[in-house]
């Protein structure tokens, strides 16, 4: 058994050292990480834990004892003070129960797992049991303090009712009670005090001055020795704190050092038979984590994935009193509650400076323990208890509140709701605090962007804040956001009109534009038509006009929105107009409309000749003859006719402002003196006019002489000629012609195709330089040359045809024709027959007769025709007339062919359809049906 002890004592020292080394590589890299924490340390962290104090009945139990140690369960607290009395409390610190089973100071407390028994022992020797819903109680007597006592987790369960003790005899002693009453049994002994001890399931830790072992139970085996570091101060100078996180894993914190040990199961098969000959335990623990601290440990739980510490911090005077007197010496300095990592690192650190008479406590007054199912922490000093728990949801926030980070509140608070203390009341004022904060600090801006999410449908809380927006003169960045389109969400008709006031105070073009955008049913139309007309007596301003003018128009005074649009040369005029039929109103503002925007208005005044007369319109526009013009021209070519009294004016407009459109007027208008129109003609040149002019009148030389000399066109005149269909024209013309060189030249292109150009040619004086000559007489000859080209290409595709048509219609007369009746129509008689006493006709209409029964049938129509015309007049029924003469064959009986006589007048009887075969008896009819 001692060499086994041996050997694992060596293993946890070789891990141990280690460990050290590691520590010893790592310092250089601490101390650079140290430098950048400091520049971090005036971060605005949040903490992990919030802390509260223990109060109720602990607040008079501590005004009179001392509080020396604690410990916890998931149903109460139980309290033991240096008086040497126990106390259980509920978690909130008022008192349930109380015992007095000690003279001195109550060293340590145990409460098994069901809850029943509190275990409490003393510097008097003594270890009490004592059951809470019981009278049951025990008493045991030691000769020496007792430092430290803890029940088996199922004292209550369990016969045997155990428990260990330890203390200044240096002798761990396991207590039971068997067949013959409680006997005590020494577990280990002979290496000095024991500072503590910790049952977990089958295992006991404890802690001497040597160092942590553990105690397996199941097979009554010590599994492992557990070394303190090199170095490290006398063991009873700190006291050593044990807590089982779980039932193989053991935090150990002691002085300035942090160890964690994993219990693990050893496998003996591998290790062979020897192990299980020497008694090698089934467990073995495992040194998982170590580290240094710069602090004294005085107490250690875990929380998650990390740790949380109570370091006693020491100052450099602290150090040296530690190394010269031998004791421990307070440091003044309020202890901090750690949460590091595993690996030492520090994720918080909040200094307990709330403790009462925290300067004048040692290490050894402090004492943490946990419960572990709340992750609940308390803190237990002499005069002081605190309560260290997880931060919630609502202590985030409000710790975000404190330091004005209102967005991040929001968000947290939003993501939550469900689990925010409160709930949506809770989370308005959040939002209402995160708005108030961005007005005062001059973001408007944001806070506008912020309202609708954060006032949702809210209508008293958006009245509010619009009128905090107002305050603050910013209305400008709120008005995009305020609610105008939800009819769930309408705010107070006040609120919408402030807006507007201020708008119209401090900004016109915001005022336009929100009086746009808004529903006219969101204000007072009328109230805000009062304030604006009051505004414009003092400011006035035609973007205020503006305004007042869309106000009108949702007042449905619209004749008066038409007036500002007017007077301004702005707005939608006439969509208003034709909207809401505004023509009574312009009867008498046509200049205003045609300067207001020419086009349109010229298009509403043609359109509306009903609502707006022609006279009317023409009076007005008298003094201004270019809108005049522009309104006649719209209705000329809305209709000729229509406004034909002004066409005589519409002369003179034309000639004065669009010259090129007189000529088109001209000739589509009969409803003008042509006098007249020749005179302002002639009086402004207008030389294409007076030819048309003078064409009209009746003056076709003047005007073939007006294009020779005015014009100089002879093209123009060519068509003049053409078109006035006079022979004596073109003598006249070729006449004038004869005078100039370049007019023959022109002639000579042009006339080709009216007049014969030899002729034109001999009358060309001799000697008279033409230009251009040569070119115009190839012209001639390739023209010449392309009529007569067309002319036999025209007689070519003639010919073509008719020979085309007469093969088709010989053809027809050659087919056969389907016969679907064989015997004659008119006599009933058998028309084909070996031997044909008659000859035969057969029509296309597929009917046969016998020759000499269709002459018959053909003479008595045309004599029934000549002897009742007047009858059929009388009743009214058209005449067929006689029997249409056919062409046809006529097939003989000796089977020859042959056409009819002209002279015949022959016809199918039933159908009147055109014969185009006749075939005579003794011959086969075709099958073909034509």
């Known amino acids: 058994m001692a060499q086994n002890e041996q050997d694992q004592n060596d293993s946890v020292e070789k891990e141990d050292e280690e460990y050290e080394e590691e520590e010893e590589e790592g310092e250089e890299e601490d101390e650079e990480e140290e430098e950048d924490d400091d520049d971090d340390e005036g971060d605005d962290e949040e903490p992990k834990l919030k802390y509260q104090r223990l109060g109720a009945s602990v607040t008079e139990i501590l005004k009179r004892d001392t509080a020396s140690c604690m410990a916890t369960h998931e149903r109460f607290l139980a309290l033991g003070t240096q008086w040497g009395v126990v106390y259980v409390l509920d978690f909130n610190g008022n008192e349930i129960k109380r015992f007095a089973p000690h003279s001195k100071n109550v060293n340590e407390l145990s409460i098994d797992l069901s809850g029943e028994f509190v275990a409490s022992c003393s510097e008097d020797g003594k270890v009490c049991i004592s059951a809470l819903y019981s009278p049951e109680s025990a008493d045991f007597a030691y000769h020496k303090p007792i430092s430290s006592v803890s029940m088996d987790p199922e004292f209550a369960k369990k016969s045997t009712r155990q428990f260990c003790v330890g203390g200044k005899a240096g002798q761990l002693v ?49 599994i492992t020795y557990i070394d303190r570091p090199k170095g490290s101060p006398r063991a009873d100078m700190y006291r050593c704190h044990l807590c089982w996180e779980s039932d193989s894993t053991l935090l150990i914190g002691w002085a300035d050092s942090v160890k964690i040990g994993q219990v693990k199961e050893r496998n003996l098969t591998e290790l062979g ?36 510490i109570l370091a006693y911090i020491m100052n450099e005077n602290d150090q040296t009193n530690v190394n010269n007197t031998g004791r421990v010496a307070s440091s003044g300095l309020a202890p901090e509650l750690k949460i590091v990592t595993r690996t030492n690192e520090e994720i918080s650190c909040d200094a307990l400076v709330s403790i009462v008479g925290y300067a004048d406590n040692k290490p050894g007054d402090y004492r943490l323990e946990h419960l572990p199912s709340e992750s609940m ?41 469900a689990r925010l203390t409160g709930g949506a009341k809770r989370l308005e004022e959040i939002g209402d605090k995160y708005l108030h904060e961005l007005l005062q600090s001059g973001r408007a801006a944001e806070a506008a962007a912020e309202a609708p999410k954060i006032l949702k449908e809210d209508a008293k809380r958006w009245e509010t804040f619009t009128f905090a927006f107002g305050q603050a003169k910013q ?101 208003l107009i034709r909207q809401y039929q505004l023509f009574d109103a312009i009867q008498d503002k046509v200049v205003a409309l045609m300067e207001f925007n020419e086009e349109e208005a010229t298009k509403l005044l043609v359109s509306h000749t009903d609502r707006i007369s022609i006279p009317q319109v023409v009076s007005q526009l008298q003094s201004h003859p270019r809108l005049l013009h522009a309104y006649l021209h719209g209705l000329f070519l809305k209709d000729a006719h229509i406004g034909s009294e002004f066409h005589e004016l519409q002369i003179s407009l034309y000639a004065d402002y669009e010259p090129k459109l007189l000529l088109p007027f001209l000739r589509q208008s009969i409803h003008y003196p042509l006098e007249k129109a020749m005179a302002i003609c002639e009086k402004r040149q207008l030389y294409p006019e007076m030819v048309f002019l003078l064409g009209r009148m009746g003056n076709s030389k003047q005007a073939l002489k007006l294009i020779m000399e005015k014009l100089g066109d002879v093209r123009e005149a060519i068509e003049f000629v053409e078109q006035q269909k006079d022979d004596e024209l073109w003598e006249d013309l070729i006449s004038q012609a004869m005078k100039r060189p370049q007019f023959v030249s022109s002639l000579l292109e042009y006339i080709g195709a009216h007049v014969d150009p030899i002729k ?65 129509v008119t006599c009933n008689g058998a028309v084909l027959s070996p031997k044909p ?31 009742a015309p007047s009858q059929n007049n009388n009743n009214n029924t058209p005449s067929k007339g006689p029997l249409t003469s056919q062409t046809g064959l006529l097939i003989k009986q000796d089977g020859a062919v042959s056409g009819l006589d002209s002279d015949e007048r022959l016809c199918c009887t039933i159908c009147h359809t055109q014969s185009k075969i006749k075939v005579a008896k003794g011959r086969t009819l075709g099958a073909r049906k034509k």
Request: aromatic letters at 10%.
């Open 760 to 824: 034109l040619i001999k009358r060309i004086p001799e000697k008279m330089e033409i230009v251009g000559l040569r070119d115009r007489l190839v012209k001639i000859i390739s023209d010449y040359n392309l009529q007569m080209s067309l002319r036999e290409g025209c007689k070519n595709i003639l010919k073509a045809d008719c020979v085309h048509l007469a093969e088709r219609l010989c053809a027809g007369l050659r087919g056969g024709v389907k016969v679907d009746e064989v015997r004659c």
């Open 837 to 867: 006493e008659a000859s035969i006709i057969v029509f296309f209409c597929s009917h046969a007769y016998h020759h000499k029964c269709l002459k018959s049938a053909a003479s008595s129509a045309d004599a029934d025709t000549a002897q």
């Open 475 to 575: 209305l400008r960045e709120l008005s995009p956001y305020i609610p105008i389109n939800n009819p769930r969400l309408r705010l107070q008709e006040s609120v919408y009109e402030m807006v507007l006031f201020n708008f119209l105070k401090s900004d016109p073009d915001e005022f336009l534009r929100t009086i746009t955008a808004w529903p006219r049913t969101l204000y007072n139309i009328q109230t805000i038509i009062t304030a604006v007309k009051e505004h414009l007596k003092r400011f006035p301003s035609d973007v205020i006009m503006d305004a007042l003018a869309r106000l009108y128009t949702f007042d449905a005074q619209y004749g008066n929105a038409l007036d500002i649009y007017l007077r301004l040369k702005r707005g939608n005029v006439f969509e």
């Open 273 to 308: 038979p020897a192990a299980a000959a020497h008694g090698l335990p089934t467990r073995y623990v495992e040194i998982v984590a170590l580290f240094q601290t710069d602090y004294i440990v005085a107490g250690i739980a875990p929380f998650g994935e990390y740790l949380t």
């Open 174 to 222: 396991q207590n039971k009670k068997g067949w013959f009453g409680r006997a005590d049994t020494v577990l280990h002994s002979g290496e000095g005090p024991i500072h503590a001890i910790r049952w977990r399931g089958t295992l006991i830790a404890w802690a001497n001055d040597i160092g942590v072992k553990i105690f397996d139970c199941t097979t009554n085996q010590r």
């Open 377 to 417: 922490f308390y803190i237990v000093a002499p005069k002081d208890i605190v309560i260290a728990r997880p931060r919630d949801l609502d202590d985030h926030i409000s710790w975000l509140l404190d330091r004005k980070r209102y967005n991040e509140a929001l968000q947290a608070a939003e993501a939550n709701e």
